[in-house]
């Protein structure tokens, strides 16, 4: 089965601070979305990307929130000054492309963000 | 943000016995249902999806049954192993490549 992979997998972060979080995703993957999990809550959708462009954002994803793809490979989620409630797992997933039902967003392991 | 729902926090099934996960949602304009499963510590893995053009999709020990009328989903295991032993999810789109909306999840117990 496809993988896509995450970095760190534990990320420990003063309030304030600003974070990178990366996704390596599965090769000749169109489509690439963060989500995050709080503790206890739902899985949220973030943000969608597509063409290098975002194609969707929920409310959470505010002016701290950003995302590129720096060398066409690798997918990054930036939290430019952390807070407190922004402790959670996020997760990278993929998508090859809209078509065949078989096709669907691939989730990576996750990375644990804690914000003290 | 209520749009998914999982009513049962937990489930625990004897193997070799059906598990039933269940999942309603409220907007008739989802087009796209997918169940997932999760372990702690991990992202959550894809298990079987539905579009709304159908009502039943079969994989192996995997079915997911759609009720539109209902907006109701669900997803039987049959028959239940221990390794099934995990959180699913149940997750709604409004078409394939859109964002997933999940819902709280249920967490199976399959007792040898």
């Known amino acids: 089965e496809p993988e896509v992979t995450q970095t760190p997998s534990h990320q420990v972060t003063q309030m304030g601070q600003e974070v990178i979080l990366r996704c390596v995703p599965i090769?000749?993957?169109?489509?690439f979305y963060w989500y995050r999990q709080i503790l206890g809550q739902k899985v949220e959708f973030l943000v969608s990307f597509y063409n290098n462009e975002i194609s969707e954002k929920s409310e959470i994803f505010d002016d701290q929130f950003s995302v590129e793809r720096p060398d066409g490979s690798n997918f990054t989620l930036k939290i430019r000054s952390t807070k407190l409630e922004d402790s959670a797992m996020y997760f990278c997933?993929?998508?090859?492309?809209?078509?065949?039902?078989?096709?669907?967003?691939?989730f990576g392991p996750g990375t644990r963000l804690t914000v003290l | 943000d209520q749009q998914v729902k999982q009513n049962s926090p937990s489930l625990s099934v004897q193997e070799g016995r059906i598990s039933i996960l269940n999942c309603d949602y409220t907007n008739s304009m989802f087009d796209y249902f997918l169940w997932y499963k999760k372990y702690p510590a991990e992202g959550p893995t894809f298990l079987i999806s539905i579009s709304s053009i159908k009502d039943k999709n079969e994989d192996g020990r995997f079915t997911v049954f759609l009720n539109k009328s209902a907006k109701h989903l669900s997803l039987h295991i049959v028959p239940s192993q221990p390794g099934d032993s995990a959180v699913y999810f149940c997750a709604v789109a409004y078409n394939q490549g859109g964002k997933l909306i999940f819902g709280q999840g249920t967490e199976l117990s399959v007792k040898p």
């Open positions: 090769s000749n993957h169109l489509y």
């Open positions: 997933a993929n998508l090859l492309i809209a078509g065949g039902l078989t096709d669907t967003q691939y």
